[in-house]
């Protein structure tokens, strides 16, 4: 079932991982490991962005030296509302990211997910999309963005969530096995109304404040 999904277990990621999972964090410092812990996983998620060398001048010398291709165009898309935190801390990283939204709320009854919005770059057939949410539960929101981005026709999707459950990344993985999904974590169930177990809680209110 894992192999189209990439772990990221660097240290680093797993012990801010256990400070945002227990209930005594606060929300200041929810907001805070967030925004670290999605640098450090944006960083493993763009191991494979390819580089081009130009020519530049060190006080030195000359050299032939690598930066980013820049036909490699990146969107992150955001799902709302807890994406905001990962896409906040990615884009300190990658500035020149475009950024789309959807939004989706989880009908608590059927858990499915509803879309109230979508908005994404108008060239978005040229670029490669990494979604975002902290949470891959039942997947059913992945599943709903992956199906609305691919609409539009993006070159690549990417998904990206900190916490997985392995009933999402089932579902997720036979609706769109061609999506690579990249986790710190995958925990142990979905308890009776869709929560990650032992997961970290609601990852929306866990970062507003809003229990
Ligand atoms: N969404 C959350 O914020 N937390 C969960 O445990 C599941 C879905």
Partial sequence: MT??????DHPLVQHKLTLMRQTQTSTAKFRQLLKEIGMLLAYEVTRDLPLKYVQIETPIASMNAPVLAPEKKLVIVSIMRAGQGLL???LELIPSARVGHIGLYRDPTTLMSIEYYFKVPHDIEQRDVLIVDPMLATGNSAVAAADRLKEVNPKSIKFLCLLAAPEGIKHFQEQHPD?????AAIDERLDEYGYIVPGLGDAGDRLYGTM
Avoid: A, E, L, P
Wanted: charged content about 20%; proline content about 0%; glycine content about 0%.
């Fill in 3 to 8: 192999d189209r999904v990439i772990v990221i």
């Fill in 88 to 90: 906040d801390s990615i």
């Fill in 179 to 183: 999506v690579q999904i990249y986790t």
